[in-house]
Nanobody, 126 residues
Framework: QVQLVESGGGLVQAGGSLRLSCAASGLTFSRCAMGWFRQPPGKEREFVAAISWTGGSTVYADSVKGRFTISRDNAKNTVYLQMNSLKPEDTAVYYC???????????????????WGQGTQVTVSS
């Protein structure tokens, strides 16, 4: 069975940093593009960042460009999201997702990610 387990969330002051991790099992991690999504309280889930199979291509939501960095370590079956200069509006449950379908470009669309983690809460105080 496929499992994606996020960790690293917590409470941080505005301007601070957090690094989220997502450990994957039950799938061929190196053959999957990986993504991060988030769901602020009372709002819909939205795209944050994604990375290709090899890590050669990354895409970001405009709201996090220049502040967040997605990376992966295929030897460890782990994808990361480094979050810097955090803002209160970054407060959300952050989800890791895996896309097992071969594609020419990295997807930003939630419907194209097949497996999802349980989420980890990130709260940024002002």
């Amino acid at each position: 069975q496929v499992q994606l387990v996020e960790s690293g969330g917590g409470l941080v002051q505005a301007g601070g940093s957090l690094r989220l991790s997502c450990a994957a099992s039950g799938l061929t991690f190196s053959r999957c593009a990986m993504g991060w999504f988030r769901q602020p309280p009372g709002k819909e889930r939205e795209f944050v960042a994604a990375i290709s199979w090899t890590g050669g291509s990354t895409v970001y939501a405009d709201s996090v460009k220049g502040r967040f960095t997605i990376s992966r370590d295929n030897a460890k079956n782990t994808v990361y999201l480094q979050m810097n200069s955090l803002k209160p509006e970054d407060t959300a449950v952050y989800y890791c997702a895996a896309d097992h379908t071969p594609r020419w470009t990295v997807s930003r669309r939630q419907g194209e990610f097949d497996y999802w983690g349980q989420g980890t809460q990130v709260t940024v105080s002002s």
